[in-house]
């Protein structure tokens, strides 16, 4: 899921992620035995038996609780990868991934508890720079009375806003989880739109067989819908993006 949270997640692997690399390169990674490091989490299985290295204390980031660790293996980026997206989808967690070409990152969401698992992985020579995270959606924050928010659809669940960019360049998000499937949200959260003068921009609809991806507008802002299924589960995901107002384009800011 792209969203504030995954992004400053993200920003706080990379600052602690620098000592690692540096012993990664020198070939000083800490030496443990097995036996004295706690298992760091029933779904980040040792992968070769590598031992994940924890990484930090008591972090937080912006109010939640945060989880990280890192390992080394002999094998790529898209392999480390691979191997716990395939851990996750037995559990029937909702698994997102991404390739670059010098590592490869995949996120697993529960539906349930809310609990995001990460694992990102960068090449370092022959071997992988391995980092695991664990977290969770974090509630709500208090919205700003000034600014107007995505509406969201009763019985949301896991409703998480953000914003980034200040002003006419930036953007309000909100990711949701919704019971049901892809079709009944799609019409429900359209009717919810159009009540609230978004106009579906129908020629710009997108289908496949994971998900839909429309497009409204107000004013002259834009609003862009992702919808896609919770594996397993009898529930749609939802991520909104939308532009924000323009002064004296006749919306609401």
Request: charged residues 20%; aromatic residues 6%; hydrophobic residues 40%.
């Amino acid at each position: 899921m792209r969203t504030g949270l995954r992004l400053a997640v993200t920003a706080c692997i990379g600052s602690l992620a620098v000592s690692a690399s540096v012993a990664l390169v020198r070939s000083e990674l800490p030496r443990a035995e097995a036996a004295d490091l706690p298992q760091f989490d029933p779904l980040f299985p040792p992968y070769q038996q590598a031992l994940i290295f924890p990484m930090g204390e008591a972090l937080r980031v912006e109010g939640v609780p945060l989880r990280l660790g890192y390992f080394t293996a002999a094998a790529t980026p898209q392999q480390v990868v691979d191997f716990y997206s395939a851990v996750w989808r037995r559990q029937s967690l909702t698994v997102t991934g991404e390739q670059a070409a010098s590592g490869a990152h995949a996120s697993a969401f529960d539906g349930v508890t809310g609990v995001v698992h990460s694992i990102s992985a960068l090449a370092q020579g022959k071997r992988v720079l391995a980092f695991c995270s664990v977290t969770t959606l974090r509630a709500p924050a208090a919205a700003d009375p000034r600014e107007e928010l995505i509406p969201v659809p009763p019985g949301a669940r896991f409703v998480e806003h953000t914003s980034s960019g200040a002003g006419p360049g930036g953007q309000l998000s909100v990711t949701y989880l919704a019971d049901g499937t892809r079709g009944e949200h799609e019409a429900e959260l359209q009717r919810l739109l159009e009540s609230q003068g978004w106009k579906a921009l129908a020629a710009r609809t997108r289908r496949s067989a994971t998900g839909e991806t429309l497009e409204f507008q107000k004013g002259n802002r834009l609003l862009l819908a992702a919808l896609f299924d919770d594996p397993g589960t009898q529930t749609v995901g939802v991520q909104l993006h939308a532009s924000r107002a323009i002064e004296g384009d006749g919306a609401a800011p």
